[in-house]
């Protein structure tokens, strides 16, 4: 299940206390979690390659910290590309929804569904 539906089902749950930066819990922040993640295995990765390949500690942290840096940021930037996609699309579905519903039983539903606006099951 994506985090946009999640999202949306997980309204009347507990709340939990998570890390508080800045005023913001961050356990909040739609894929912090994922994106550091993915940041920290791609720079041990490859600080750790980097250290056995060139035998330079200090070249190593380096290339570790660089690579966490981008990595990370590049995985945020795509997760949260995807996260508003499926935000958007479930916001359109859920009006597509509201819109069934409401022309139901109803001459609008049937002009609209010669329309091909909305279609019956």
Request: hydrophobic share 40%.
């Amino acid at each position: 299940m994506d985090t946009v539906v999640k999202s949306l089902l997980e309204e009347d749950e507990e709340e939990k206390k998570g890390l508080v930066i800045f005023g913001r819990d961050i356990s909040k922040i739609p894929c912090f979690r994922e994106s550091f993640l993915y940041g920290i295995g791609t720079g041990i990765g490859f600080g750790l390659a980097a250290f056995v390949k060139t035998s330079k500690p200090m070249l190593a942290q380096h290339i570790g910290v660089g690579t966490f840096s981008l990595s990370t940021l590049l995985y945020w930037s795509y997760c949260r590309y995807r996260w508003s996609q499926q935000r958007f699309d479930a916001q359109l579905l859920q009006d597509a929804l509201k819109d069934k519903i409401l022309y139901e039983g109803t001459a609008v539903e049937k002009e609209m569904e010669k329309k091909g606006v909305l279609k019956t099951v």
